[in-house]
């Protein structure tokens, strides 16, 4: 079964001569549990597709599957709870709300949907992001890795079958990247969650099931990495 289909993705911004082609007809498909990085040069188009797979944004042409559903056919609202239910979001610069601690930032996809946190999967992943100690603190009182982990834990706590990440690991350094990597891929063996990671590191790309190059708004399907 796959997890995501994309069929004939078309994005163009502005018209006439000022008109960017950033996709250009991209299809492929994702089978569920899998882990695909995404790379190419800036301004490729790799984030403009990451965001259409996340219905952050509109195509021009084509449709995208998540979990059988067209999500560009889905009305606003019910596209809203759709997206909080089954995707989980990393972004570059962390998102993080300044004015709530590690716990409520991590809980926040939670009670925006308004529903009761996991008490339980919260310990666990406080846990696992080494954040214990650090869990009553603001964002502004943690170092960049502590709030990228606080980003990974917002993703992970809806158990999202669908995490997309735009070059999550972009401001660490290689200890703290290879840990948030392990402690996503763990989570996404546990749940079967799919990931989809942008990436500028070849050997973050490496330890993918499958490589996606994206070039001047093409998808080229490298296969995939191992068997
Ligand atoms: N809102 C927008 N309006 C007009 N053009 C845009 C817009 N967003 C992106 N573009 C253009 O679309 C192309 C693809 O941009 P995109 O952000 O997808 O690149 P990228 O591969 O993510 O690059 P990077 O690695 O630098 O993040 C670029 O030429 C960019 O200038
Ligand atoms: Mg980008």
Request: net charge neutral.
């Amino acid at each position: 079964m796959n997890l995501l289909e994309v069929r004939d993705i078309s994005k163009t911004y502005g018209r006439g001569e000022a008109a960017v082609h950033a996709l250009k007809r991209v299809t492929f498909t994702v089978p569920k549990g899998e882990f695909v990085a995404i790379v190419g040069e800036s301004g490729s188009g790799k984030s403009t597709l990451l965001n259409l797979i996340g219905a952050l944004d509109t195509p021009t042409a084509g449709e995208i599957f998540i979990d059988g559903r067209d999500i560009f056919a889905m009305g606003d609202s019910s596209l809203t709870v759709f997206r909080r239910r089954n995707i989980g979001f990393i972004f570059q610069s962390f998102n993080l709300i300044p004015e709530l601690t590690v716990e409520q930032n991590i809980i926040f996809p939670v009670l925006l949907d308004y529903q009761k946190p996991d008490k339980k999967y919260l310990e666990e992943l406080l846990t696992v992001l080494n954040l214990k100690e650090r869990r009553h603190h603001l964002p502004s009182q943690l170092s960049g890795g502590q709030q990228q982990r606080v980003a990974i834990g917002r993703a992970l706590i809806t158990r999202p079958a669908l995490i997309l990440a735009d070059e999550p690991t972009g401001n660490l350094d290689t200890q703290n990247t290879s840990e948030a990597i392990a402690l996503l891929k763990e989570a996404s063996r546990k749940y079967e969650q799919t990931i989809i990671m942008i990436t500028h590191s070849r050997s973050i790309a490496q330890t993918a099931d499958r490589i996606l190059q994206v070039s001047d708004g093409v998808l080229t399907d490298y296969g995939r990495c191992r068997e």
